[in-house]
């Protein structure tokens, strides 16, 4: 031991002060003892803490605590190594005078025993914790000397950075961010589309009465409807002062009409309606008098079926009476793409001023159901534009928060409002930095991106705490006495201390989400890599940019100036008087309440038996937890399209996506032109299995070119197209004939004008390929009261049409495809990105803690409470009713990112701080870092906690599954890491903390000194001990720790 006279100042870990910072100690037992002598606490200034007497004595409750350990001896209550047992009992002969009151300083950095005896894990460990603290030092004592060197330096990289934004490239395309890109779904939409460009697109109305189940096949309603489909095709609508009608812009097709009328462009136009039997001609169905038996020349009752809801029919199947009568209009696609948007304002024009206009109009006795082309980016972009304001009051929200946590709530002495306005500098400064570099980089930028700025307020604000929380922890007294050079040193010391911390928890962060923009979906690939490039500047900023704001900030308090108005100095209270750094009523309530409730042996069986509860409850729902296409889920509520869909379900039920099985090869269709016309035969009985394809009764789900050709050469011949010879099959007998009287029949003037856009022809005006048009049945389900498509039923619906397809032999070179298939893909992978991100994101959160903290049992420890939390963050997703898909994937992996910040700062604090026993460690633990966490988590929270009031369900989702990961997340950190670490957690850094207060410890001592009195019969140390439990101040701390370390050990 040193000798009584000679005092050391406290050893430093800043690799700056070496010689005249160290002390002589002698080495423990290798069980966590540091013999340090305990009786070279220098004396200082009464700065005003509560102590036992007024002459810096201690209290009679306190002398009666010291005399039991004085009296304690090996075969009084502990069992010790002989080799250790006198040195120990040295150790504690404590004496009243020796606990004069010491200033309020951080704990002393402690070698918890010397390098050259611990092996292993624990001296890589020290090496690691020696060589980021080091590192840290350096930096914070730059920061600090030149302040505002760095905040210029700072603002500069990243405006610089901040540049590259020029270079950023956005797409809004559904099937560029949320599909696989390569996939068969992929190759079969392009080798169709080389066919059949895109051609048209759709607007729709469903007209039903406002009189509850009637009849709208009177004449009555159908001059009504007559009257609005005139509106839409007289309409105008004027673009780049250019006037146009529907006639103008529909996609050319023959057989809209019933019969040819050359005067009547709309005959020329592709439209779907009933209103054919009329010619569309308001003044034929005035003159009709037997509206009924004209509707019943509409074709077949499955034709009527295909665009009349809830048609009923009498025995002889004749059209008796319906509840709605659907109007499709079909306009040439004028598409270009644009910065990654698909626009085409020429039809978007006649949408928007004629077609929805005249729909959306008030009529007597209709009601209407409308779908446009334009609608789901009118209604889903602008919930989407218009909930952005929520971004702004998050922001508002926590920098309220922030300047009500980071010091006093109200401006005066010790207040931080203004660090809480750099705070948020600091992440609006990473996030254009790292948008910028991102842009460089050439990664997309898609309307998922825009939660982004929810994730860095969540990271920057925990770093922040933690850095605030270590520059009040630094401090040795009033900042009156702390000239430059000590408040260069402190700021120093303070980032050496938070450092470590925020680079575990960004390093983890980031490599997190990096792992995850490895993903198939483009969407969510290229959001992780955004997320992972501002983590990198939200980590070196706060390092620096933060740093020096806070030394400002401390410079701004020590001349006693005002808050947010620095240049003004205020006057000072009486009662404003600065006694030095102290605990904050959050921290004094993890020490005095928190800690010893959940470390009590109660505490810790109830904790482990509630936590193991809800991870199986997680463990249930992450079981039953669906993949859902729940497109529907991002249309607004109020929104006319859900209104269309619910009407759609209601009366067109069996109405499904569109399938084209395309024939490729003139020759073999051809040849093959038997098996084709009769291709019904092999659909049919598919409907309730897979592939779930409708049975094809009708010209709505079966449209084929080559049964209709061959009905009408068996019941008209070829007369009328090429009159070309028909064998003893009835078809033309060789393959030149075949194909000049099939392109007779199928043009737009001809016989089956209906079919021309079934066939695809080569530069010599030679068919090369055709389809067959088909429709699968609707594939929908309740789930939780919603009605959603089943994507389990659509994958196997794909896939068994692919294999149908590729099972027909004898009619190759075919293939499938349906618009659906592109998400169909996505639906296919998705389950499996969830699980491969997030299982690879926890395991490289597992090495990066490992490599940062360099201990095993902690980097497993950590691991498992985030892998635990994920788990059941998954499983309240299924209470929820949130299903996997593509917003729940990209929050999962944010989950990750966020949950693990919780307990990696709790994980590496465990390491930093000494103690007797594990209780005493995680209790100090709490109290000095329990607070920040809660505070970054509660933040956290209190910003996405705005997105609930959204209707978005971007937004809404983004904010259920933020507050599971906040509120889950941090009980893990704060409830069950603690618990399970004073349970089995490893030793600590050679350089750990002594203890500040030693309330608890005393506690502790008197409990563990009451069960070994019981075991051993000697229960008279009770009245002594019961003395022991008054509060000791924490002036006294470094001398009755050693004390009751080496009564414990």
């Known amino acids: 031991m040193t000798d009584e006279g000679n005092t050391p100042p406290p050893v430093a870990r800043d690799g700056a002060e070496t010689a005249e910072n160290t002390t002589d100690e002698k080495a423990g037992d290798g069980n966590g003892l540091a013999s340090i002598d305990v009786l070279n606490s220098p004396p200082a200034e009464k700065k005003g803490l509560d102590t036992a007497s007024d002459d810096g004595d201690i209290s009679d409750s306190d002398q009666s605590f010291l005399d039991h350990l004085n009296s304690s001896s090996p075969e009084e209550g502990h069992t010790q190594d002989e080799t250790h047992s006198e040195e120990n009992r040295e ?22 025993d010397p390098p050259e005896k611990r092996g292993g894990c624990e001296a890589v460990g020290d090496k690691v914790d020696e060589s980021i603290h080091s590192f840290f030092y350096k930096i914070g004592h730059f920061c600090s000397f030149r302040p505002k060197t760095t905040i210029a330096i700072s603002m500069g990289v990243a405006i610089l950075c901040a540049m590259g934004m020029a270079k950023l490239t956005t797409e809004n395309r559904p099937e560029k961010l949320w599909v696989p890109q390569n996939t068969q779904g992929e190759q079969e939409q392009d080798q169709y589309l080389s066919y059949f460009p895109p051609t048209s697109r759709f607007q729709n109305v469903i007209v039903t009465a406002k009189k509850s189940n009637a009849n709208v096949l009177t004449k009555g309603y159908l001059l009504d409807v007559m009257k609005m489909h005139d509106s839409i095709e007289t309409g105008v609508s004027e673009h780049d002062e250019e006037k146009y009608t529907f006639t103008d812009l529909c996609t050319s097709a023959g057989g809209s009409c019933a019969t040819q009328d050359p005067g009547n462009a709309v005959c020329t136009c592709l439209l779907a309606s009933v209103l054919k039997v009329w010619n569309y001609d308001l003044a034929k169905l005035e003159a009709d008098n037997d509206v009924m038996a004209t509707l019943n020349t509409y074709g077949t009752r499955e034709d009527l079926e295909g665009v009349l809801g809830a048609a009923a029919f009498d025995s002889s199947n004749r059209l008796v009476s319906a509840e709605a009568i659907s109007i499709s209009y079909f306009l040439d696609d004028r598409a270009v793409v644009e910065d990654g948007n698909e626009i085409d304002p020429v039809n978007e024009a006649w949408e928007e001023s004629v077609f929805l206009k005249t729909v959306q109009g008030d009529f007597e006795k209709l009601n209407t159901a409308y779908l446009s082309s334009r609608s789901f980016s009118d209604e889903f972009g602008g919930e989407i534009s218009g909930d952005l304001v929520y971004v702004q009051v998050s922001y508002f929200i926590a920098l309220i928060f922030l300047g009500a946590t980071l010091g006093k709530r109200i401006c005066g002495r010790g207040s931080r409002w203004a660090m809480s306005l750099s ?47 270590a520059f009040d922890r630094e401090r040795e007294g009033p900042r009156e006495s702390e000239d430059d050079e000590a408040l260069v040193k402190r700021g120093a010391r303070a980032l050496a201390r938070a450092g470590a911390s925020i680079t575990v928890t960004s390093l983890t962060d980031l490599v997190a989400f990096a792992i995850s923009s490895t993903s198939a979906l483009p969407a969510l690939a290229s959001f992780c890599a955004f997320a992972s490039i501002n983590i990198f500047f939200l980590w070196a900023l706060a390092a620096t940019f933060f740093t020096s704001t806070m030394v400002i900030d401390e410079k701004r308090q020590r001349a006693n100036r005002r808050d947010m108005l620095c ?54 729902g992450l079981v039953n937890l669906p993949v859902e296409d729940s497109a529907r889920n991002f249309i607004p509520q109020d929104s006319y399209i859900n209104t269309f869909s619910a009407t759609t379900d209601e009366y067109f039920p069996s109405s499904g996506d569109s399938l084209y099985i395309t024939f490729e090869n003139g020759r073999s269709i051809f040849n093959n032109r038997v098996s084709l016309a009769a291709l019904d035969t092999r659909l049919t009985g598919l409907s309730d299995k897979p592939p779930y394809i409708a049975e094809p009764n009708s010209e709505s789900t079966y449209k084929n070119v080559m049964a209709s050709f061959k009905d009408y050469l068996d019941t008209i011949g070829s007369g009328l197209v090429g009159n070309v010879t028909l064998g003893e099959d009835g078809w033309p007998t060789n393959y030149d004939d075949f194909m000049a009287s099939l392109k007779i029949y199928a043009s737009f003037f001809g016989p089956g004008r209906a079919y021309a856009g079934t066939l695809s022809y080569d530069d010599n005006a030679d068919i090369q390929a055709y389809y067959v048009k088909l429709e699968y049945v609707r594939l929908t389900k309740e789930f939780r009261g919603e009605t959603l498509d089943d994507a389990s039923r659509q994958i196997e619906a794909m896939d068994a049409t692919r294999e149908m397809v590729e099972s027909w032999d004898n009619l190759h070179p075919a293939f499938p495809f349906s618009d659906k298939f592109i998400a169909i893909e996505g639906f296919k992978i998705i389950g499996y990105e969830l699980y491969r991100n997030v299982g690879l994101a926890i395991l490289c959160v597992g090495a990066i803690v490992l490599l940062t903290v360099a201990n095993i049992r902690t980097a497993i420890l950590i691991t498992l409470n985030v892998g635990l939390c994920i788990v059941e963050i998954l499983g309240f997703m299924y209470v929820f009713g949130i299903v996997i898909d593509s917003i729940s994937v990209t929050n999962v992996v944010l989950a990750v990112g966020l949950s693990v910040d919780y307990s990696a700062h709790i994980g590496h604090c465990f390491m930093m701080k000494g103690g007797a026993t594990k209780d005493i460690r995680a209790t100090e633990t709490l109290a000095d870092m329990g607070a920040s966490v809660l505070n970054g988590a509660l933040s956290t929270f209190l910003a996405v906690a705005v997105l609930l009031f959204s209707t978005s369900y971007v937004f809404k989702t983004l904010a259920i599954q933020f507050a599971l990961t906040v509120g889950l997340g941090v009980v893990h950190g704060l ?75």
Not at 603 to 612: I, M, N, Q, R
Not at 1008 to 1031: I, Q, V
């Open 423 to 469: 705070t948020l500098v600091l992440i609006g400064l990473a996030t254009v930095a790292g948008f910028g570099v991102a842009s460089l980089a050439g990664f997309l930028y898609g309307p998922v991106h825009s939660i982004l700025p929810f994730v860095l307020l969540g990271i920057g604000v925990d770093d922040a705490f933690v850095i605030a929380n």
């Open 91 to 112: 150790m504690v002969k404590i004496q009243p005078d020796e606990f004069e009151e010491q200033p309020s300083a951080p704990a002393t950095m402690a070698p918890v």
């Open 975 to 1049: 409830v069950l890491l603690p618990v399970v670490l004073s349970l089995c957690g490893p030793e600590p850094f050679a350089s750990a903390e002594r203890p500040h207060n030693v309330k608890f410890i005393t506690i502790m001592a008197k409990e563990n000194a009451l069960n070994e009195s019981s075991d051993s019969g000697t229960a008279s140390k009770d009245s002594s001990l019961e003395e022991a439990t008054t509060t000791i101040p924490d002036e006294s701390c470094n001398s009755l720790t050693a004390a009751t370390d080496a009564l414990m050990i």
């Open 567 to 620: 240049c003004l100095t205020r006057k000072q209270s009486p009662d404003e008087e600065d006694t030095g750094s102290q605990e904050g009523r959050m921290s004094t309530y993890f020490r005095n309440f928190h800690a010893p409730k959940i470390l009590s042996k109660t505490g810790k069986a109830v904790t482990l038996v509630c936590f193991a509860g809800i991870f199986g409850f997680g463990l249930y």
